[in-house]
């Protein structure tokens, strides 16, 4: 059995089959309305079901922002917590209690500002948590400052000039950060979604999704680009596990190596260079063409922007470490006995 | 006072001190009822665990001790200098003790930075053994002296005992095939053993730990034994060394029991052992390393059979982070910490406030502000604990009064915590957390009952007769709401650092719900039950003294020479700083002067001349060292006597 399967099976499945109703809490939904969070509540809602899972062992955690305001609407337990914590907080919910499926939902500026420090630390560990990072690469709450994605040069009430700093691309740094699972994703397309949802539920340890997730009142249109059909063509490389990188019209590029420096660049498919189109391996144990693929995207137009599961590999678990620990130790020394653990070895007796 | 000891050094804590002579084969043998000796060295030389090793030993043996290390915040800081002194005082008798004592009567020291560094708390006449080996021109230049101390007449008034500590460590060493500087090391182990001559320490327990110690460099431990056994005998053999001392064990100072030595921290950490079980919770801590602190999770960790859960955090506020997650899924849950981390924690504590989830809050204070006095005490994060949070955010306060206390002390917190549903905050510091003392170990059918019941079901029926659960829906007794974990069937519900709706637990920004949740969560704080202060006033005085935490040993120890002299002073010590007890003002208004000692520049007094508008007095002393007994009872007399 794979690490994966018994991960699954440490979380009770629901009895009865589930509907999407089961996951809508009765609180009513307050973001903005053509907010592109409510796509994403609907797909998670939506997804659900398919996982089977007790609702009562599956929690969500949240940090600041739009976003954070997810666990409310979910009928599952849920903590909505303080800006950029989530991680750490998940953290200690997850390898305490092995038998919960813990999702955190995040934003740009959660994940990525203030609470930087516990994203990277929680995917070096490999913690069993599933992190949705809505990217909408603007302050939305705070109404329209620039966040660590917003390209170079934005104008905002922060930043009338011109924002001067360089974006974090999420899906980089995740990968430095040694994420066992990284992919994208984009609000709008719900069979997409859904479909990375699935395979970052089926990964074992920390799995990260990056959702391009539209802000229609601060940063409207951000990602047009990869939504407009005719546009989209030249804009989103879908990565799919074992097949060729290719996009544009009928597949008229691709990606290959550039044998002079090794880094990945885009082409015209030709039949001359058809054999040389990279293929893409999500599991493969190097992050190094994984990490190419994130950048080759433009920060600053999104052109060749790949979406899809980026890589997806099989690394121990924090959480199965940690409970492994606690066994070896029974094993070895028997379970505590705080009677001998208080009296340690030096003692004297004063009789009365 | 007819007070002598080893020496005829002024004694703080007004006991009887006798002295007897008996003849003992060739060496006279007399019989003391106290010493305080202190070893200092080069922060290299290895003087904690001497001091360790000589307290194991004294606890061993059955005496009453109390323990003072004092060391820089640098591991090794730079050789030879004053700021590289380190030191260890241990003050054991044959009665109950209070504070590891003011003035050493035995000083060993190691090198002249040692001597330099610590001669100045040395009465007249107290002993000092000197490493003369380490007595070059050029070590001695490097602290000031011009010429040497053991020669130019400057030490005159005291008993000094020059011994070649190293030289004669290398020899007893030389069959062993170690190369010097390894030899050399050593030479600690060669000054306890005489100094466990010299007492009559029992020695097994120390060869004992050194072999355990040096388990895989069987030659370490064969050098280190020698070396030890050298000592000993060189105090045995050698003339200068004529006399050796007998302080008796402590029995009837003590109540009957099975005895032990502990420190603070190790006392703390079996403390939430104990509390866990007490609880039936596992123990999850979350912790980022600092000093005073990080001795608690290196304990923690080593009990992964007790079923807890350690995680060394990416930073303070994940360490906190993570134990509040870990407290939603039903852990009992620790975050340990120092000052500067309980800054970072701050808004954690805020959230745990307003989830209104049991979290122990460990806060081993150290001399502030900022990075501060690392490894030197201090009390100074009172008003922190009490304050230091956005809004109106209350958090119960409790501080452990000696070594041994924190681990009741540990336990109270937690029950605060998991009854009432709140963040904790558990006040030690550096000197508590490193300082030791003979603890009666508990049976565990004295431990409190600690268990909690989870909620389990609907508890409250809406208007249209349906049963659903309420998260914010309070027990009227003691204001807490339920503790409903994660895979309970039915009660699914989100909580959140926004203002929720009483009951519901719903987000609310209604104005009049928000003052009746702000007035809920501090009457609820304010209805924790904690007994009442004990007074200690025997003879009907007019001046209190008050003090909270680990001023506790210097006070007592105060206030008995003060009445030893016929003076009239009442004490009183809290454990409870938020609440307070409920008899507090009453027992304040009781007195026509009330002091409160403490090494801050005044917070408890700050907080209860607000509470309770009595014009209590401060004594303090931030210099982070613990109060001396001597210093503090002239204060207090002097406040009785105005």
């Known amino acids: ?352 | 006072m007819t007070s002598q000891v080893s020496s005829p050094a002024e004694q703080t804590d007004g006991t009887v001190v006798g002295e007897q002579r008996t003849a003992a084969g060739a060496k006279d043998v007399r019989r003391l009822d106290r010493v305080i000796i202190r070893f200092a060295g080069d922060s290299g030389d290895g003087m904690q665990l001497t001091g360790d090793r000589f307290t194991s030993e004294t606890a061993s043996f059955g005496n009453d001790l109390s323990t003072l290390p004092n060391f820089p915040a640098e591991i090794r800081a730079p050789a030879g200098t004053l700021p590289g002194v380190s030191s260890f005082q241990l003050h054991f008798a044959d009665h109950d003790i209070l504070t590891p004592g003011d003035a050493p009567n035995v000083l060993v020291a190691m090198n002249p930075a040692a001597l330099k560094a610590n001669i100045g708390d040395l009465p007249r006449g107290a002993e000092i053994i000197v490493n003369t080996d380490e007595f070059t021109k050029r070590a001695m230049a490097k602290v000031g002296y011009d010429t040497s101390p053991l020669e130019d007449g400057s030490l005159d008034g005291y008993q000094v005992h020059p011994v070649p500590l190293t030289t004669l460590t290398l020899e007893a060493l030389k069959e062993s095939g170690l190369p010097r500087r390894d030899a050399e090391r050593s030479k600690n182990m060669f000054a306890l053993g005489l100094l466990s001559w010299m007492y009559h320490r029992p020695t097994e327990g120390t060869e004992k730990f050194l072999r355990a110690k040096f388990a895989k460099k069987p030659d370490i431990a064969a050098a280190n034994i020698a070396a030890f056994r050298a000592g000993w005998n060189f105090g045995e053999t050698t003339e200068d060394f004529a006399v050796s001392y007998e302080v008796a064990p402590a029995a009837t100072a003590f109540p009957p029991g099975t005895y032990r030595n502990i420190s603070g921290n190790l006392a703390l950490a079996y403390g939430l052992i104990a509390a866990s079980r007490q609880a039936d919770l596992p123990l999850f801590l979350g912790s980022y390393p600092i000093t005073p602190a990080s001795d608690i999770l290196h304990e923690l960790s080593k009990h992964k059979n007790f079923g807890v859960r350690t995680f060394q955090a990416e930073d303070e506020i994940a360490g906190i982070g993570a134990a509040l997650g870990a407290a939603f899924g039903g852990s009992l849950a620790v975050t340990t910490t120092s000052g500067p981390g309980v800054a970072l924690k701050s808004e954690t504590i805020g959230l745990a406030v307003s989830l209104e989830l049991p979290l122990l809050v460990v806060d081993i204070q150290r001399g502030g502000p900022s990075t501060g006095l690392p490894t030197k005490t201090e009390q100074a994060d009172l008003l922190q604990a009490m304050y230091g949070r956005n809004g109106e955010a209350p958090v119960p306060v409790v501080a452990p009064r000696t070594p041994a206390d924190c681990f009741d002390a540990a336990l109270e917190a937690a029950r605060i915590a998991l009854v009432y549903r709140t963040p904790v905050f558990l006040l030690s510091d550096g000197y508590l957390a490193n300082g030791s003392e003979p603890w009666r170990i508990p049976e565990l059918e004295e431990l409190p009952d600690l268990t909690v019941q989870f909620a389990q079901g609907p508890n409250h029926t809406t208007a249209d007769g349906a049963e659903v659960f309420w998260p914010y829906k309070r027990d009227p007794h003691t204001l807490a709401r339920p503790w409903a974990i994660p895979g309970t069937p039915g009660l699914e519900h989100r909580i959140g650092g926004i203002e929720k709706q009483d009951g519901t637990g719903n987000i609310s920004y209604d104005p009049a719900n928000h003052d009746f949740m702000v007035r809920t969560r501090q009457a609820k704080v304010d209805g924790i039950d904690v007994p009442d202060l004990d007074v200690d006033d025997p003879d009907g005085a007019r001046t209190l003294v008050l003090g909270w935490g680990s001023t506790y040993g210097p006070i007592t120890a105060a206030v008995r020479r003060i009445r030893k002299e016929g003076g009239r002073i009442a004490q009183a010590h809290l454990r409870h700083l938020n609440p307070f007890p409920r008899n507090l003002g009453e027992v304040l208004r009781g007195y026509d002067t009330v002091v409160v000692p403490e090494m801050n520049l005044g917070q408890l007094a700050t907080l209860i001349r607000a509470k309770y508008l009595v014009d209590a007095r401060s004594y303090n002393q931030v210099n982070g060292m613990p109060f001396k007994a001597e210093q503090l009872a002239a204060a207090l007399k002097e406040a009785i006597d105005d």
Request: charge should be negative.
């Open chain 1, 1 to 352: 059995m794979t690490d994966a399967d018994t991960l699954l099976q440490l979380v009770p499945k629901a009895e009865g089959k589930q509907t999407m109703k089961d996951f809508k809490s009765d609180q009513e939904v307050r973001w903005c309305p053509g907010c592109g969070d409510y796509a994403v509540l609907a797909a998670v809602q939506g997804f659900m079901p398919e996982l089977g899972l007790a609702r009562e062992n599956i929690v969500f955690v949240s940090g600041i922002g739009c976003s954070s305001r997810f666990p409310y609407y979910m009928n599952t337990y849920g903590m909505h917590s303080i800006h950029g914590r989530a991680p750490a907080i998940a953290t200690g919910l997850a390898t305490s209690r092995r038998d919960l499926s813990v999702w955190v939902v995040t934003g740009d500026g959660d994940a990525l500002s203030i609470g930087g420090n516990h994203l990277i630390h929680a995917l070096r560990r490999n913690v069993n948590l599933k992190i949705l990072l809505f990217n909408n690469r603007i302050y939305g709450l705070t109404k329209g400052q620039y966040s660590p994605t917003s390209e170079v040069g934005k104008i905002t009430k922060s930043t009338p000039m011109g924002s001067l700093d360089a974006p974090f691309n999420p899906v980089s740094l995740a990968i430095g950060a040694e994420a066992s699972f990284v992919a994208r994703t984009v609000d709008s397309d719900r069979k997409h979604l859904t479909e990375v949802l699935r395979q970052a539920a089926d990964h074992p340890g920390t799995a990260l999704v990056e959702i391009y997730q539209n802000c229609n009142i601060f940063n409207d249109g951000a990602f047009e680009v990869l939504k407009d059909k005719q546009r989209a063509q030249e804009a989103v490389i879908r990565l799919e596990h074992g097949q060729p990188v290719r996009f544009g019209t009928d597949g008229s590029k691709g990606v290959v190596r550039d044998p002079a420096t090794g880094d990945l660049k885009v082409v015209a498919v030709t039949p001359d260079n058809e054999a040389d189109i990279l293929v893409h391996d999500a599991h493969t144990a190097s992050p190094t063409t994984a990490f190419a693929l994130s950048r080759l995207a433009d920060p600053d137009t999104l052109h060749h922007t790949p979406i899809g599961v980026f890589r997806s590999v099989d690394r121990p678990v924090y959480d199965t470490l940690m409970a492994d620990q606690l066994d070896t130790a029974v094993d070895q020394h028997g379970k505590g006995d705080l009677a001998a653990l208080l009296a340690g070895g030096d003692t004297w007796t004063v009789v009365g």
